[in-house]
Antibody, heavy 119, light 110 residues
Framework: QVQLQESGPGLVKPSGTLSLTCAVSSGSISSPKWWSWVRQPPGKGLEWIGEIYHTGNTNYSPSLRSRVSISLDKSKNQFSLMLTSVTAADTAVYYC????????????WGQGTLVTVSS | EIVLTQSPGTLSLSPGERATLSCRASQSVSSRYVAWYQQKPGQAPRLLIYGASNRATGIADRFSGSGSGTDFTLTISRLEPEDFAVYYCQHYGTSPPRYTFGQGTKLQIK
């Protein structure tokens, strides 16, 4: 049973950079799966941010592409998210997730971490 | 980009009743790319259905999915108390955005 755990600052200042890490346990970040970040503003729906493959290939949401970067650290079995020039609209619960065994869906989710953008 | 519209926004039913949740895509999509999730307050979403009609591991058989083209349905045959939650449909894109979600249907106790 793969487990995902997000970590990072819960408060980021406007115009700053949001940085989160997802630690993967009971599974390898080097397995042939896509690892993604999904966010959910308080009381709202889900938004996919981007993904990374075990090879380091990445894809990003067109709406966030200019501000987002996802990277992999195989030595620590983790992957990370950076989102620059944040505003209050970036306040959300951020989930790290893994592509499902069946493909085309998500079967493993972290518990989520709330990041608030405020001065 | 595919837009998913879920209806109704809120559904009020009693335990034991049948729930029918709808998800409409802005254009025809392959059913293999449609999934459904359940989310309870304070929890991450849980995969229920993938490929429009296949139950994920450990999902009770009272949950079923159907549909094709632009119209997809999640049916809960007999509601249990633990089924009251928010449900999201999802489309997988072969190019980014990889996952697109509907706005959700809140299933609440009547």
């Amino acid at each position: 049973q793969v487990q995902l755990q997000e970590s990072g600052p819960g408060l980021v200042k406007p115009s700053g950079t949001l940085s989160l890490t997802c630690a993967v346990s009971s599974g390898s970040i080097s397995s042939p799966k896509w690892w993604s970040w999904v966010r959910q503003p308080p009381g709202k729906g889900l938004e996919w941010i981007g993904e990374i493959y075990h090879t380091g290939n990445t894809n990003y949401s067109p709406s966030l592409r200019s501000r987002v970067s996802i990277s992999l650290d195989k030595s620590k079995n983790q992957f990370s998210l950076m989102l620059t020039s944040v505003t209050a609209a970036d306040t959300a619960v951020y989930y790290c997730v893994r592509e499902s065994t069946y493909g085309s869906s998500i079967d493993y989710w972290g518990q989520g971490t709330l990041v608030t953008v405020s001065s | 980009e595919i837009v998913l519209t879920q209806s109704p926004g809120t559904l009020s039913l009693s335990p034991g009743e049948r729930a029918t949740l709808s998800c409409r895509a802005s254009q025809s999509v392959s059913s293999r790319y449609v999934a459904w999730y359940q989310q309870k307050p304070g929890q991450a979403p849980r995969l229920l259905i993938y490929g429009a009609s296949n139950r994920a591991t450990g999902i009770a058989d009272r949950f079923s999915g159907s549909g094709s083209g632009t119209d997809f349905t999640l049916t809960i045959s007999r509601l249990e108390p633990e089924d009251f939650a928010v449900y999201y449909c999802q489309h997988y894109g072969t190019s980014p955005p990889r996952y697109t979600f509907g706005q959700g249907t809140k299933l609440q106790i009547k």
